[in-house]
């Protein structure tokens, strides 16, 4: 079956702009995490959806939002970009909610922001 | 969820056999140890998970002592292509979050 999508792969944006990503999780998964990875910071947890509901939420401002939709595809947005917001933005899908349930992650969104 | 330590980096050459330990003192009772994989510009990729004493699948094994307080990753023969990082993680399976908290990972230098 197929895996995790993300779209666009790649993306540059300027300082004050916005984007959104989006994921596509694994058919007939329902729990969608986001993570965003610096060489600085590592891999950090930004959020989880899970049945259209936000349920867990990282130490990120408020500029990092997402939402998940019927389908459990869900998006990201980021506001008010700024130079730190440089980053692989990854998404994890998994069949339920539970941490230790295997999560399938996406290749990740790479973005740039100048 | 448990802190978890790791060696920074490792170094192999292939063919032999590469172990990688992971320190988890705080580990609690209903914690499962998991490994996952990341190579360059991917996602991470589940390798395997246990609770206590041995687990094996086609990719690794891994060895829980007794009480639990550590953890080994084993890669047998190991070839350029097992060249990427290697996160340790614990915490309690089945609990009502799919919020992983990985630490800086082990990178696994495989050279010719």
């Known amino acids: 079956k197929a895996g995790v999508t993300q779209t666009p792969r790649y993306l540059i944006k300027t300082r004050g702009q916005q984007v959104t990503l989006s994921c596509s999780p694994i058919s007939g998964h329902r729990s969608v995490s986001w993570y965003q990875q610096t060489p600085g910071q590592g891999l950090q947890f930004l959020f989880e959806y899970f049945s259209e509901t936000q349920r867990n939420k990282g130490n990120f401002p408020g500029r990092f939002s997402g939402r998940q939709f019927s389908n459990s595809r869900s998006e990201m947005n980021v506001s008010t970009l700024e130079l730190g917001d440089s980053a692989l933005y990854l998404c994890?899908?998994?069949?339920?909610?539970?941490?230790?349930?295997?999560?399938?992650f996406g290749p990740g969104t790479r973005l740039t922001v100048l | 969820l448990a802190k978890t330590t790791q060696p920074i980096s490792m170094d192999s050459y292939e063919g032999q056999e590469v172990n990688i330990t992971c320190s988890h003192n705080n580990i609690a009772t209903n914690d499962y140890i998991t490994w996952y994989q990341q190579f360059p510009s991917q996602g991470p990729r589940f390798i395997i998970q246990g609770y206590k004493t041995k687990v094996t699948n086609e990719v690794a094994s891994l060895f829980i002592p007794a009480d639990r307080k550590s953890s080994t990753l084993s890669l047998p023969r190991v070839s350029l292509s097992d060249t990427a990082v290697y996160y340790c993680l614990v915490g309690e399976s089945g609990s009502n979050t799919g919020k992983l908290i990985f630490g800086q990972g082990t990178t696994l230098q495989v050279k010719p």
């Open positions: 994890a899908s998994s069949f339920s909610a539970g941490v230790f349930d295997e999560q399938f």
